[in-house]
C-alpha cells in the first residue's frame, strides 16, 4: 500500500504523520533539526514504508518544532530550542571544533514536556507499549530523542540517533545507566563541519558505558543521512517490529 500523509496537532505540536493506513503495530517519532522544517524528515518515513515490507505496520510521526525561524532568516524553519546561529556559523567555517558536553539549554525541558505529552497521546490513541515505539531525529532533533530517551521511565524500544552529539553531560551521563539493553543506532560523518565526529564518539562511549545495545555507523561525509545510516535505522526499525 502507498503511504498516506496526514496533518493534525497531537498535544501542542503540529506534525505530519506517515502510515499506510494498516492496523498500527509500531510507531516511530522522529525530530527534525535545526532550522529545518517541520516536514524535511517526511520523505524518509515514506521510503521506509515503500522499500521495506516488514514496516508496513509503523505509523511515523514527524513533529514541528515551535520556534519559528522566520525572524532569524530561515523563512519556514524550526527550532526547538535557540542557538546562537553566527556563533555556528563563524566555528564552521573557521573549523573550530565545538565541544557542547556543558551546553544545558535553558528551553530543553519545556520542549521536552511537549514531546513527553505528544507521546502519551499516541500511547493512549494506539494501546501501545512504549516497548513498540522508536524515538530519534537528526541534529538537534536526535539530541532531543536522546533527551527523552534518558529521562523517560519506561524506555522506548529504540532510539535512533542521526548526526547527534553529546549534550547536558552532568545530566545525562548519570542517567545513562537506565540505558541498559535498549537498542541505539547512532550514525556521523567524518567530515561533520557542524557537529565534531569526536563528540558523537564521546556519546555512543556513554552508550556504551550505560549499557545500551549500541551500534555506530561511520561514514566519509559532513551533517547528512547517507543511505548507509538510513539502512542502520531501517534495521533497528525491524528489530524492534519484530517484537511485537
Given at each position: 500500500?502507498?503511504?498516506?500523509?496526514?496533518?493534525?496537532?497531537?498535544?501542542?505540536?503540529?506534525?505530519?504523520?506517515?502510515?499506510?493506513?494498516?492496523?498500527?503495530?509500531?510507531?516511530?517519532?522522529?525530530?527534525?533539526?535545526?532550522?529545518?522544517?517541520?516536514t524535511d524528515l517526511v520523505p524518509l518515513g515514506e521510503?521506509?514504508?515503500?522499500?521495506?515490507?516488514?514496516?508496513?505496520?509503523?505509523?511515523?510521526?514527524?513533529?514541528?518544532?515551535?520556534?519559528?525561524?522566520t525572524e532569524y532568516g530561515l523563512p519556514g524553519g524550526r527550532a526547538w530550542w535557540m542557538i546562537d546561529?553566527?556563533?555556528?556559523?563563524?566555528?564552521a567555517e573557521q573549523g573550530d571544533f565545538r565541544d557542547l558536553r556543558k551546553e544545558s539549554p535553558e528551553d530543553l525541558p519545556v520542549v521536552r514536556g511537549s514531546m513527553l505529552?505528544?507521546?502519551?497521546e499516541v500511547?493512549?490513541?494506539?494501546?501501545?507499549?512504549?516497548?513498540?515505539?522508536?524515538?530519534?531525529?537528526?541534529?538537534?532533533?536526535?539530541?532531543?530523542?536522546?533527551n527523552i530517551t534518558l529521562h523517560l521511565e519506561e524506555k522506548p524500544g529504540g532510539l535512533i540517533v542521526w548526526s547527534g552529539t553529546l549534550l547536558?553531560?552532568?545530566?545525562?551521563?548519570?542517567?545513562?545507566?537506565?540505558?541498559?539493553?535498549?537498542?541505539?543506532m547512532q550514525s556521523h560523518g567524518h567530515q561533520d563541519p557542524i557537529l565534531p565526529f569526536e563528540a558523537a564518539q564521546w556519546l555512543h562511549q556513554m552508550f556504551e558505558e550505560g549499557g545500551?545495545?549500541?551500534?555506530?555507523v561511520e561514514f566519509h561525509g559532513g551533517h547528512?543521512?547517507?543511505?548507509?545510516?538510513?539502512?542502520?535505522?531501517?534495521?533497528l526499525l525491524k528489530q524492534v517490529c519484530s517484537h511485537v
Open positions: 500500500m502507498q503511504p498516506q500523509i496526514t496533518r493534525r496537532h497531537i498535544a501542542d505540536l503540529d506534525c505530519r504523520v506517515v502510515s499506510t493506513g494498516e492496523e498500527i503495530t509500531n510507531v516511530a517519532i522522529f525530530c527534525h533539526g535545526f532550522g529545518a522544517p517541520g521510503e521506509l514504508l515503500r522499500a521495506l515490507p516488514e514496516l508496513q505496520g509503523y505509523q511515523f510521526i514527524f513533529p514541528a518544532a515551535p520556534i519559528d525561524m546561529i553566527v556563533k555556528l556559523q563563524q566555528a505529552a505528544l507521546i502519551e500511547k493512549h490513541e494506539t494501546r501501545l507499549p512504549l516497548s513498540q515505539f522508536v524515538l530519534g531525529g537528526f541534529s538537534q532533533g536526535s539530541m532531543l530523542a536522546t547536558n553531560e552532568d545530566v545525562w551521563r548519570p542517567l545513562a545507566s537506565t540505558l541498559a539493553g535498549v537498542p541505539i545500551a545495545t549500541a551500534s555506530f547528512a543521512i547517507p543511505p548507509q545510516a538510513f539502512m542502520g535505522a531501517a534495521e
